[in-house]
């Protein structure tokens, strides 16, 4: 089915950008917009207490979900690893927070250095190279049980992400890499358990990379997904929310056989916080998504620690519905792994 399809009103960014203003406090005009490949030097510096970085990694298997995190938000740093039999609910992983976030680096260009951080109980090694980024990190569970992961994430030759500027004002904004259906391949090794990812079954890499200044409460919306239409193509979900409200940018957009699609609408998201695992359905009032997430597995995470906190539902299952390219070609989906989120934060 083919329809007519309004494109994006948002400006693409071509070339390479930095981020801020010299003296990296305040956001640059001209970093304002969306690029289909990582273009932004983010440039921040000063601002303590509101500067936020993190590259987040997470796999998604048909029996299995895997997370590495990597932050520093400024007054603390954050080493996690985590995974989830979505058969069962078996979790386990580790995570460090480092007071201050002294050792815990992230470069202004995102993916040009290693990210590396060792302690008594948890290693994380994150290297990119032209081919993809490997995920290696190795653990002691909370009962004592040794564990590692070893994924290398692929990246396509010509495979493009959604990379955009959320401008709240000029001293507060976000740049965010949002990467959705890249290929992985690799092992988690849980005591004498070994589950392979990859291999028979599909898995699929999700990568969010955050660099900037935020405010002190926020909330979001953000899900993802990839799998193979009905008519073959390999669709790739990225969508948020929330978050972007009366900034005139999204973090909207498919992406089709290695092409993104920008949505340059704010979606619909209709859930309910107090039942999670019930169906999320996430629609484009311009028509081109209506889809529908069933959840297997609720991730349910709540931190308190006096002026700070967050709780945050993240929920993994399988997207059904429609999406449709900006040639205005109908995809169907059905059935392809996927997540869903809503976070409440003071931080």
């Not at 006096?306 to 205005?328: I, K, M, P």
């Amino acid at each position: 089915m083919v329809a007519t399809v309004t494109l994006t009103h948002e400006r693409e960014i071509t070339e390479p950008v930095e981020l801020c203003l010299p003296g990296g406090r305040l956001l640059a005009p001209e970093a304002r917009g969306w690029s289909r490949v990582p273009l932004h030097d983010c440039n921040l510096a000063g601002g303590w207490g509101r500067t936020k970085r993190w590259d987040y990694w997470a796999v998604l298997t048909p029996t299995h979900a895997l997370s590495v995190t990597y932050a520093d938000v400024d007054y603390l740093g954050i080493t996690d690893v985590w995974w989830v039999d979505l058969r069962t609910g078996r979790t386990g992983g580790r995570n460090r927070s480092v007071p201050g976030a002294p050792g815990i680096r992230l470069p202004d260009r995102p993916g040009t250095e290693p990210l590396r951080a060792a302690s008594r109980h948890q290693v994380l090694d994150l290297t990119d190279d032209d081919d993809g980024t490997r995920l290696s990190a190795a653990w002691t569970e909370a009962d004592g049980t040794p564990a590692r992961l070893d994924v290398v994430v692929a990246r396509p030759p010509g495979h493009e992400s959604l990379n955009v500027v959320i401008p709240w004002s000029d001293r507060t904004f976000q740049y965010t890499s949002k990467h959705q259906a890249r290929p992985a391949r690799g092992e988690l090794v849980v005591g004498d358990e070994r589950i392979e990812v990859g291999g028979d079954a599909e898995a699929w890499g999700v990568l969010d990379v955050g660099r900037g200044r935020w405010p002190y409460s926020t909330r979001w919306n953000w899900g993802g997904g990839a799998g193979a239409a009905t008519t073959g193509e390999v669709v790739g979900i990225q969508i948020g929310g929330r978050w972007t409200e009366g900034t005139g940018s999204t973090e909207n957009g498919i992406i089709v056989d290695g092409r993104l699609h920008k949505l340059g609408d704010e979606l619909a998201w209709y859930y309910d916080w107090d039942r999670p695992t019930a169906p999320w359905r996430v629609v484009d009032p311009g028509g081109r998504m209506d889809l529908t997430l069933t959840p297997t597995y609720d991730k349910h995470t709540r931190i308190e620690a006096l002026v700070l906190g967050t709780e945050v539902h993240q929920v993994f299952g399988t997207w059904s519905g429609t999406v449709v390219a900006d040639d205005g070609t109908e995809l169907a989906v059905d059935g392809i792994l996927g997540f869903a989120e809503e976070s409440r934060s003071r931080w």
